[in-house]
């Protein structure tokens, strides 16, 4: 695990090659099922789904039995390649999705969201690509969002211990998703169609899970600054308070 050079990354609809550790293998198979399950009511992110039935979902894992920084590295890389992919394919609406593991039945929220913003101070460490100049560096900043490679990047975590928030649980293990924002520009929220999409979205997770809405999810009309509030949000929904969790690492 975390070989120099060697790539993990792997589309949805392929089976896992053996390189790939058993438990990743079957929480691949877990997210694939609940992207397209249809009963009792779709996943709501529609981009998600579709993509994973299209095959253009991307996969790979972190391995923590591992060494930590190894780990980095390796997932580094393949992010780096996802947005190569997603470059020279634009119009396709990819998701990359990061699965933590093995699995703990016993781990509390406050676990996975630690996880959560330690990997991704982590993965800042690799970066290897200057910082996009409209985004900006500091965490502190209300504008600031998470980049890679020179990218803006939406970034959201799911887990287990989500409970009634579902749509926030994709498997047994901690699993981030990672989509470059620029497939997002013709579906903006000051746009009909952003809007219209956003609204849809809306009514498909009040359908899909008996929870408010997120606070810091916006009115779904238009984005709201402190994007991190979205990132790892409380499982009741209530607004985050304080400053962004993330802490860079020295390079």
Not at 215 to 239: E, I, L, M
Request: proline residues 9%; charged residues 25%; neutral net charge.
């Amino acid at each position: 695990m975390g070989e120099t050079g060697t790539s993990r990354l792997r589309t949805s609809g392929r089976t896992a090659p053996g390189t790939v550790p058993r438990w990743a293998a079957e929480e691949q198979q877990r997210i694939h099922e609940t992207l397209l399950a249809t009963l009792p009511s779709p996943y709501p992110c529609h981009f998600g789904a579709i993509g994973e039935s299209r095959g253009t979902n991307h996969y790979t894992h972190w391995d923590l039995s591992e060494d930590f920084r190894s780990e980095a590295k390796a997932v580094a890389r393949d992010l780096e390649d996802f947005l190569a992919i997603q470059r020279d394919l634009p119009d396709e609406r990819m998701s990359l999705l990061l699965m933590v593991g093995p699995p703990d039945p016993g781990r509390a929220f406050a676990w996975y969201r630690t996880m959560f913003w330690r990997i991704l101070s982590a993965l800042h460490t690799y970066d290897r690509a200057p910082q996009p100049p409209d985004v900006p560096d500091d965490p502190e900043d209300p504008l600031w969002e998470f980049t890679f490679g020179g990218e803006t990047l939406f970034t959201f975590g799911t887990c287990p211990a989500y409970g009634p928030r579902r749509s926030r649980t994709l498997g047994e293990c901690l699993v981030i998703g990672m989509q470059s924002r620029t497939v997002f520009r013709s579906i903006s929220g000051s746009t009909p169609a952003g809007r219209a999409a956003k609204k849809r979205i809306r009514r498909s997770l009040a359908a899909y899970e008996d929870v408010p809405l997120l606070a810091d999810s916006g009115d779904g009309k238009g984005s709201t600054t402190h994007k991190w509030k979205q990132y790892f949000p409380d499982v009741d929904g209530r607004p985050l308070t304080g400053t962004c969790p993330v802490r860079w690492e020295k390079r």
